[in-house]
């Protein structure tokens, strides 16, 4: 992958980093820094994976993100506690607060889907787990989340709906999950409780939600340093 082809890509592909890291270590200043490791060691490695190769990249994410945290198991597998910034996006922060009482990896399959949109078989290589245990844990979240948000919500209705009742049991593909988004944004589905309509809204926002721009800036300039040093580098070896 030549330089023109990694920055479309890195860039195209830097706010799904953002948030996946975010939602692994639910603090702005450590986000930042994780995503810059990623994408220097992804520079670095550039040749190893093609334009399209999300797997990799995340899979890199989550290396680092576990690395960053105390012992590396200690802090993923307590309770996150709401570090979050005033200036986190709103709905970001929402996402979080819904989480926060979910397992590490439940949160963290959940994001990979609803907020990045991974394929199942995808999420199974970046988290390490099998498919069937990728939708159970969809199916546990999604309910779990569906009762944070309206606590006296009912799952009788959802056999009314056979792509709805699906997603609630993890097993509903990318292309219907995007159907139901559809629905739900133009508001189609008049008969589906409250708690469904603002699930859904919500991650129709966090899927066209970008990360703080100061964020943006910093990872620019950081991603043109690694770049510009590898550039000197390479010009230094040839007149040596």
Not at 79 to 85: D, E, F, H, K, S
Request: with cysteine; hydrophobic share 40%.
């Amino acid at each position: 992958m030549d330089k023109s082809h990694f920055n479309t890509f890195i860039f195209s592909n830097s706010d799904k980093i953002y948030y996946y890291v975010y939602c692994l270590l639910r603090n702005q200043e450590e986000t930042l820094e994780v995503v810059s490791s990623t994408i220097e060691e992804c520079w670095k490695e550039r040749k190893k994976f093609s334009h399209t190769d999300m797997i990799y990249v995340f899979k890199i994410a989550r290396k680092l993100a576990r690395l960053k945290t105390d012992g590396c198991e200690k802090r993923m597998s307590l309770v996150y506690t709401n570090n979050l910034l005033a200036d986190t996006d709103p709905v970001l922060n929402r996402f979080c607060l819904l989480t926060q009482d979910l397992s590490p990896v439940q949160a963290e399959v959940m994001c990979l889907r609803s907020m990045v949109r991974l394929r199942m078989d995808d999420i199974s290589i970046v988290v390490d787990l099998g498919i069937n245990n990728v939708q159970s844990i969809l199916s546990v979240v999604r309910k779990a989340i569906r009762a944070r948000i309206n606590s006296n919500g009912t799952f009788a209705d959802l056999k009314n709906n056979e792509v709805l009742f699906k997603y609630y049991s993890g097993k509903s593909t990318l292309k219907e999950e995007e159907q139901l988004r559809l629905y739900f944004s133009r508001m189609d589905l008049s008969d589906v409780t409250g708690a469904d309509r603002e699930l859904f809204q919500l991650f129709l926002k966090m899927g066209n939600s970008a990360m703080p721009s100061n964020c943006s800036d910093q990872l620019f300039l950081k991603i043109k340093e690694i770049q510009n040093r590898n550039w000197r580098s390479s010009f230094s070896r040839i007149f040596k």
